[in-house]
């Protein structure tokens, strides 16, 4: 039998722990041997950790979680196990690269009793850049994607998703980066960056124009070395918006590979508008209009239509002849207000889509 410092209980082995028995060892006891240290080397570009002689794309919590639970006995007294950890609460710099965290450790002593230790660990982390990183920053831009536009900013995210699912594209695209009224793709092949330009140009319902600078000659090849620049101009409309064309207003409908379909506020005539009339100023947005509210049609009789905001309760009353489309009771409406005049186009549902 054993007998506890602390209290001069006599203790069970099982319930024995390093001079003391599980109760007093709860209150008093120590199960680390030693606090944790790590050095972990960081890459400062993908943010990639070194460990095992590995860069992965962990976080610091995986890798110390990870290097903790492989090398428990290190830092546990015996008899002590590790059955997990979290941290508790941000991590700390308290000098140059070090930095500190508490944590919670689960453990089980004498593979019996389950016991709760915080400690603190400290981290340290040396900034570099990994070897994957520094082979792409070797490797030359040759080609800038440009792509501008009143609404061209909030496209990235769908560009970005286009150069995902597509490896070739991934491994091409080297940086993407904001740019005033838009942004900038840079990649280290002309082709793959031809292809993106006119993909994102189609997607969008831009313009492509290329402009080619030479850097050197290259004697071997029998060419120019240099930098493709590729600007796309996105248009600023989108489906939904109000543009005028022709002196009248219409609400753009869908936006294709080729063109604008856009519909006549007042008549609900149909047209389509090809680019290049967009890019020779034929077609401008208007941005001074509200939308007072989206209405389901209530009621018809022979001259009035009675709509609904389901939103608000508000009821509105208008003629007939003020509709330039078939409705039927049960349909959907929207009512744009622009310089003062109210005009009724049907809900498309979809609506702006940028
Ligand atoms: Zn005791
Ligand atoms: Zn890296």
């Not at 570009?45 to 979680?65: A, F, M, P």
């Not at 609400?251 to 006549?264: A, F, P, R, Y």
């Not at 905001?309 to 009771?329: A, C, H, Q, Y």
């Amino acid at each position: 039998m054993k007998y506890c410092l602390k209290c001069g209980r006599e203790v069970s082995e099982e319930d024995y722990v390093n001079g003391l028995c599980i109760d007093c060892f709860r209150k008093y006891g120590n199960p680390f041997a030693k606090q944790v240290e790590i050095r972990v080397k960081q890459c400062v570009k993908c943010g990639s950790i070194l460990y095992k002689g590995e860069w992965v794309q962990d976080t610091l919590e995986g890798i110390i979680r990870k290097h903790i639970l492989e090398h428990q006995h290190k830092y546990l007294i015996s008899g002590v196990e590790l059955v997990g950890l979290d941290p508790v609460g941000g991590i700390h710099e308290f000098s140059k690269g070090g930095f500190q965290q508490e944590w919670v450790f689960n453990m089980l002593i004498n593979g019996k009793h389950f016991v709760q230790f915080t400690d603190s660990i400290k981290v340290f982390i040396e900034k570099t850049v990994c070897p994957r990183c520094m082979a792409r920053a070797s490797k030359k831009i040759t080609a800038i994607i440009q792509v501008r536009g009143g609404k061209a900013a909030s496209l990235r995210s769908r560009v970005e998703e286009i150069i995902r699912n597509d490896p070739g594209l991934a491994e091409a695209v080297l940086e993407i980066e904001d740019a005033p009224n838009g942004f900038d793709i840079r990649l280290i092949d002309q082709l793959p960056a031809r292809k993106l330009a006119y993909t994102i140009s189609r997607m969008f319902g831009g313009t492509v124009k290329e402009t080619f600078k030479n850097v050197k000659y290259d004697a071997r090849k029998g060419g120019w070395l240099g930098i493709l620049t590729l600007s796309v101009r996105i248009p600023d409309v989108s489906e939904g918006s109000i543009v005028r064309y022709g002196n009248e207003l219409w609400i753009v409908v869908k936006l294709d590979e080729k063109g604008m379909h856009l519909e006549n506020l007042k008549s609900a005539r149909r047209a389509f508008i090809p680019y290049d009339e967009y890019w020779g100023g034929k077609v401008v947005l208007v941005e001074n209009y509200y939308i007072k509210g989206v209405y389901e049609v209530v009621a018809i009789d022979k001259s009035m239509v009675y709509l609904l905001n389901r939103d608000t309760g508000e009821m509105v009353e208008t003629l007939i002849s003020n509709i330039p489309f078939r409705i039927e009771k049960g349909d959907e409406i929207k009512i744009f207000v622009v310089d003062n005049n109210e005009y009724i186009v049907k809900n498309y549902t979809g609506g702006n889509t940028a």
